[in-house]
């Protein structure tokens, strides 16, 4: 088992920026890639980014592309999510996930979840 803990979320005013962070424990962590998701009240739950074990491979939702970067510091076991530019749609639960293989787009599947950070953007 990976247990997966997020942290990070928060108010912010439209503009801003925050950075989420994914600290992973449990089960060893190596070899693992990292998914960020979010879910609006109502919506589904949507990719955001996702990045390879071994951070040459990432892969941007274009929701969040130029805006958000994903990376990791596996001498931390942490994955993290900078948002910066936040918008008030990107008003979300934001999820981290993990799986052993590295999967871009939509439609991935990941084996292991946190239970999410809200983020909320006011305008």
Known sequence: QVQLVESGGGLVQAGGSLRLSCAASGRTFTGYAMGWFRQAPGKERDIVAAISWGGR???????????????????????????????????????????????????CHYDYWGQGTQVTVSS
Request: aromatic letters at 14%; glycine letters at 8%.
């Open 57 to 107: 491979r990432t892969y941007y939702a274009d929701s969040g592309k130029g805006r958000f970067t994903i990376s990791r510091d596996n001498t931390k076991n942490t994955v993290y999510l900078q948002m910066n530019s936040l918008k008030p749609e990107d008003t979300a639960v934001y999820y981290c996930a993990a799986d052993p293989l590295y999967c871009s787009g939509s439609g």
